[in-house]
């Protein structure tokens, strides 16, 4: 039976199946004492996981959270008993039982027959002839009209599928070339949105950065940016300002204004695969972003000197306003965060 | 040969007093028809092997997920609206945040067991996705996974995959920092796409990252849809073990056409069901003592911070791994870009990888040619090939996952970040080689070592010096239990493949496959060892029975204990003088 | 007019006076004196750029312990190859000095990528004579007072902001808790646990080796002392889930759940599926 065949080849083995090994008794099988005294301890397994799920609720009512948590040697005293007691009384009914299987109930080896997998070739015939009678009485072979139609129609489900999908998320447009840095917007700390004069700046400083609009209210005395808009907004415009030695800094072409006093502005957004980056070693100007170890040399506009980054880092020009706070002078002049198809 | 043993009743049931259990069974067997499968299944024979409770500890960790995931959902809210905590864990107090996060502190602070079951949900989803990759590695290790098992085996790999969007899904559920930077990096990933990058990333995120739906879409996919196509593929691959049975090991009475082991009532069901209770309290005690996830000390996701550290979990390790190394590869031309640095890493190094391991068993039958149903273990020894090919997997799995803790091992143990990035983007390709070389190597000599057993015995320990002062170990027999197992396995085929041409000689289609599929069936098997023929195993029990005549003969089969030259026992009547 | 009635033949006191009289007024007077000039005179005393024995003793303890990589002027010293053996320490401020000597990271074992915290060489007088050396070659901050770093009195509304600078500034160098993070080429940041909030304001005020600058101008006293307070305040929190594991996120979790759970477990399975214990007695009742 081609395909059927079971991998045995008893005709060449050099040594003959020499059946099931003798069994051996347990003490428990003979000695009425060891089987008592098995008996008893699967019954106090049980019995002490039943002390430990009382305990459990027990702990569930003593030990406080929330804001006068109780503390166990450092830990929280609530999820350590909850939790020991609770994986006590689980593994004694669990030692319980196997306990019982090992040494109390039969452990004589039984055995039971395989059956092939496939079916029988008189199922298997059968199946088929009826198979080709149900279709025989369909006509779908005889009828290339009708068959050809319903899976035209069939096909034709599947668009309404796929087009009920469309309003998952608005289309991308040219949303993520722009931030909403412009011309004139402060560049502020972030958290307390602290303005900055380059004056407060040292060589070797860092500042987390953002654009002052998220700090700001609107007409209504609303935030201009909240929740999940400014959470959006943040992802692209979030900046880091950092001031070197101007001699250190090689801007390339059209870049040499970009700068004020040594501090440069660039996006706070990996180009890799977005996260933020604030690793800034000060003495080598490196720029490491944790996630996957890219690293940019920002005394040279951002470049690339190890990791997976394909691209420099975005640069956002910088000059001061009349009131001597720094500024942006426009918004980034390339998108920023990670690459995408049409980016160009 | 073999017999059903006499535990199995002989006798059939009677009917004896009602009582109230009858009474139940009876009402449900005549609405149900249980009574045909309970006979057949009820009684069903286990096979005992540690290695066989592996799909196991999967099995009840996803109950225990389902458990504690149902605690869970009473009181997680999925939204990614805002509001500002007022909760008691007081260094977030007056924080904006999502109320996903908030009502993660909330389960975690002021639910009493909120935390310990978040913190066993989460060790369970760990040991869940560990558990099926061990499984995965024993199956592949005894060629559990061939025929008729190989669509168990797909079932098996769609898990794993399930599984692990499942468990990346559910730690994004709580909107923290480190999830939701991992969820930065997935949008990244998604937009690398070729053409589509960022459609596909604001139609997932409902617009602009981070959006307001990414975390009710994702609690859908993680509470509905995926425990769904788990429970409905666990069902099939717990279907497919009852129906072909399960695999076992060869040994004394064991055969291709039987299965020998203990009754599922009650022996199996006590040590799986005890087993049950086992993981569950095992997992409890690492909920108890083990912090995972402390989502407090990460603050809410806000996308301008990010911690030192950051990485997912580590079933994502490897595709962690593989972007850490990448070098910084991109396209621009035409106007667009092709990041090659994160769509090789990101999207096909990992659907390659998946297509390999679910494509396995018949790439294996097609360079061996073998169309048998096996339902014996093979000891991974005597496939080293296969065996070879899993420790070099296993290598670049594990070096994959050390690249994607980069920073941490330079931490730990002051190496240099950069220069463990560059070692690996060379040991990924090197180290697997060498792995496979060695492995295959040690295959093989515990091949000969057992052929050794058979032929000459095992060593005694019993070190004989003959009269010219020549130092021998004598061998003794190994009994016939073990030397049948030693045996039971089949002898390789080489696949020999079709004749070139035919008789007019034209050459057969598919000449040229088929000639690679001979020389790689050839390379397959080249080294094995196979066992030995029946003349060869006379020939050995022939010599042992000669050599020990000739030491019968010389009086050397009486044992010296070493004691007869230094007064520690009288030597009277030792008799140690050579006889003739 | 005579103002005395009785003849005088000698002095009163010259049977009352012992002769140690006088010089134990001498002695008395000069150690009340001493002592009101002490107690009341203006607080002065601190200020170490005044005074010229603490910046000679400065000198000294810094031409044996600094000289040989800073320069004996902290002038810095360059190497054949222009690379930098010991920077100049010319403007770096008493607080520079304070924050690398008084955390043992200063005088470095050997010249490398990083200086490690280690063992403290230098009391405390020591440290103060150092910096106030270091300061007279060129101003610089100084040391910070105490009330910018005690945060006995600090309200949860400043841990609450502390922990928002803190995971905007601080946590991708040094992690979410502190636990310290890796940097390019075998440099790291360094566990804060354990670190005086004195030594924290410092690092930020002065940005040692290649942390940043956090200069007062913009991260403001007030705002510094919010991140001490929430670091402070996490130190004593209690670790509700249990052991912290080494708060370093995913990779320790991940070990752990290998080694202990799929450990613990194969084991567990070990026991279950392995041959119990055999009696050589023969069955002495029937079969089941």
């Known amino acids: 039976m081609h395909g059927h065949e079971v991998a045995t080849s008893e005709h060449d083995e050099p040594i003959a199946n020499p059946g099931l090994p003798e069994h051996l008794p347990r003490p428990t099988d003979v000695d009425p004492e060891a089987e008592k005294r098995a008996e008893r301890q699967v019954a106090t397994l049980f019995g002490l996981s039943a002390l430990f799920a009382v305990l459990t609720c027990v702990a569930y009512f003593t030990f406080d959270i929330g804001e006068h948590t109780d503390t166990f040697l450092g830990m929280g005293a609530s999820n350590v008993a909850l939790g020991g007691f609770l994986g006590l009384a689980l593994l004694c009914i669990g030692a319980g039982a196997i306990q019982w299987s090992r040494k109390l109930m039969s452990d004589h080896e039984i055995v039971e027959y395989r059956h092939p997998a496939s079916s029988s070739e008189e199922d298997r015939s059968e199946a088929v002839a009826a198979l080709e009678q149900g279709l025989e009485d369909s006509g779908i072979a005889r009828r290339p009209l009708v068959r050809n139609s319903l899976l035209g129609a069939m096909a034709a489900l599947g668009l309404p599928a796929i087009v009920f999908l469309r309003d998952l998320g608005p289309l991308p447009g040219d949303k993520l070339a722009h ?22 700046m040292q060589i070797g400083q860092l500042v987390n950065a953002e654009p002052e609009v998220f700090f700001e209210n609107n007409a209504e005395g609303e935030p201009e940016f909240e929740g999940a808009e400014l959470q959006a907004a943040k992802a692209k415009a979030a900046v880091i300002l950092v001031r070197m030695h101007p001699d250190d800094i090689k801007p390339w072409k059209g870049r040499e204004n970009w700068g004020v006093e040594g501090i440069l502005c660039f996006s706070k957004i990996c180009t890799h695969v977005g996260c933020p980056i604030s690793l800034w070693e000060q003495q080598t100007h490196h720029l490491l972003c944790p996630c996957h170890q890219s690293t940019f040399d920002l005394a040279d506009n951002g470049k690339v000197v190890f990791g997976p980054a394909g691209r420099h880092l975005p640069q956002l020009p910088l000059a001061v306003d009349s009131d001597g706070y720094l500024i942006a002078t426009s918004d980034f002049t390339e998108p920023v965060g990670p690459s995408y198809w049409e980016r160009g | 040969m073999t017999t059903t043993a006499t535990t199995n009743g002989t006798k059939p049931a009677s009917a004896g007093k009602p009582n109230k259990a009858a009474g139940v069974a009876t009402w449900a067997d005549d609405r149900l028809g249980i009574a045909t499968a309970t006979k057949k299944q009820i009684r069903k024979v286990f096979p005992d092997h540690w290695s066989f409770m ?109 599984g692990i969007l499942e468990g990346f899904a559910g730690y994004s559920l709580p909107d923290d920092l480190l999830s939701g930077t991992g969820l930065r990096i997935a949008d990244g990933l998604v937009k690398a796409t070729p053409v589509l990058g960022s459609y596909m990333s604001f139609f997932m995120f409902g617009g602009e990252f981070p959006g ?62 005890g087993f049950f209770f086992m993981v569950f309290g095992v997992v409890s005690l690492m909920g108890a003592l083990m912090t995972i996830n402390p989502v407090w000390r990460f603050g809410p996701y806000n ?51 998946f297509a390999l391991v679910l494509a396995y068993p018949f790439l294996e039958q097609w360079i061996t040619g073998d169309k048998r149903e096996h339902h014996l273990l093979q000891r991974p020894r005597n496939a080293p090939t296969r065996t070879a090919f899993l420790a070099a997997m296993i290598t670049l799995y594990g070096l994959l996952w050390a690249a994607g803790g980069n920073d941490i091992l330079a931490t730990t143990f002051h190496l240099n970040l950069n220069a463990i990035t560059y070692f690996m983007r060379g040991a990924i390709f090197v180290i697997p080689v060498l792995a496979f070389i060695v492995a295959k190597r040690w295959c093989i000599s515990l091949q000969r070592h057992d052929n050794d057993k058979l032929l000459h015995g095992y060593e005694s320990g019993i070190i004989m010096r003959s009269p010219e002062g020549e130092y021998t170990e004598r061998h003794l027999p190994i009994n016939s239990d073990e030397a049948f197992t030693l045996t039971a396995r089949n002898r390789d085929e080489v696949y020999a493949g079709v004749n070139g041409t035919d008789v007019n000689g034209v050459e057969a289609p598919n000449a040229r496959i088929d000639e690679t599929r001979a020389r790689l069936s050839k390379a397959w098997f080249a080294t094995n060892v196979q066992k030995p023929t029946k003349a060869e195993l006379e020939e050995g029990h022939h010599h042992a029975e000669e050599e020990l005549e000739h030491e019968h003969a010389l009086g050397l089969d009486q044992q010296a204990d070493g004691h007869q030259f230094d007064g520690r026992h009288d030597v009277a009547g030792d008799d140690l003088t050579h006889k003739h | 007019m005579r103002l005395l009635t009785r003849k005088i033949t000698a002095r009163l006191s010259t049977r009352r006076r012992s002769r140690y009289a006088a010089p134990a007024v001498l002695v008395a007077a000069l150690l009340a004196s001493g002592g009101l000039y002490m107690t009341l005179a203006p607080a002065n005393a601190d200020k170490t750029s005044d005074d010229s024995t603490t910046i000679s003793e400065g ?129 790291y940041a360094p566990n804060l646990r354990g670190v005086s909030g004195k030594h924290i304001y410092e690092a930020m005020l002065t940005g040692p080796q290649q942390m940043p600058v956090f200069s007062d101008g913009v991260l403001s006293p007030e705002d510094k002392k919010d991140i001490i307070a929430y670091l402070k305040k996490n130190e004593d929190t209690p670790s509700y889930g249990g052991f912290t594991l080494g708060s370093v996120g995913p990779v320790s979790e991940g070990m752990f759940a290998w080694l202990v759970g799929i450990g613990g477990l194969v084991g567990i399975g070990i026991w279950i599926t392995s041959a119990s214990a055999r009696s050589k007695k023969t069955i002495t009742k029937g079969d089941a």
């Open chain 1, 179 to 200: 931030t909403v840095w412009k011309k004139g917007m402060r560049v502020v700390q972030d958290v307390d949105g602290a303005r900055i004069k380059p004056e407060d």
């Open chain 2, 54 to 162: 592996l799909g196991e500890i999967a099995l009840w960790s996803f109950v225990i997920l389902l458990l504690t995931g149902v605690f869970l959902t009473l009181w997680f809210k999925p939204s990614m609206g805002e509001v500002v905590y007022q909760g008691s864990y007081d260094q977030l107090r007056g924080i904006p945040m999502s109320e996903a996060y908030a009502s993660t502190l909330n389960i975690s602070f002021d639910v009493r067991a909120g935390l310990l079951m978040r913190q066993m949900h989460h060790w369970a989803a760990m040991l869940f996705i560990a558990a099926m990759l061990v499984h995965m590695m024993r199956t592949f290790l005894t060629g559990a996974f061939r025929k008729p098992r190989e669509l168990n085996w797909i079932i098996g790999g769609l898990l794993l995959l399930l």
């Open chain 2, 212 to 273: 307001d739906v990414i975390i009710p879409r994702l609690y859908t996919v993680h509470v509905l849809l995926i425990p769904g196509l788990l429970l409905a593929l666990i069902g099939a691959h717990m279907l497919l073990l009852v129906y072909h049975k399960h695999t076992q090991w060869p040994g004394p009475g064991r055969t291709e056409q039987n299965v020998v082991g203990y009754p599922m009532m009650p022996v199996y069901a006590a040590k799986a069901g």
């Open chain 2, 303 to 353: 996308p301008a911070e990010v911690t030192a550290g950051s990485q997912p979990d580590w079933y994502m390790g490897i595709a962690e791994g593989l972007l850490r190394i990448m070098p910084g590869w991109e396209t621009h031309i035409w106007g667009i870009t092709l990041s090659w640095n994160i769509f090789l890493p990101g999207q096909i190094g990992p659907i390659a990888l």
């Open chain 3, 59 to 187: 000198r000294a303890l810094f031409q044996v312990g600094c000289a040989s990589c800073h320069g004996k002027n902290a002038e810095g010293i360059v190497t054949k190859k222009g690379n930098q053996y010991g920077p100049t320490l010319i403007g770096v401020g008493a607080a520079a000095v304070d924050f690398q000597v008084g955390t043992g990271r200063m005088p470095m074992a050997q010249p490398g990528a990083q200086a490690a915290r280690k063992k403290v060489l230098y009391d405390a007088d020591e440290i103060k004579a150092l910096g106030a050396f270091i300061q007279s070659l060129g101003p610089g901050p100084a040391v910070p007072e105490s009330e910018k770093y005690d945060v006995s009195g600090t309200s949860n509304e400043n841990v609450v902001k502390g922990g928002q600078f803190f995971r905007t500034n601080c946590t991708a160098c040094h992690n979410f808790a502190g636990s310290g993070g890796a940097l390019p080429g075998g440099k």
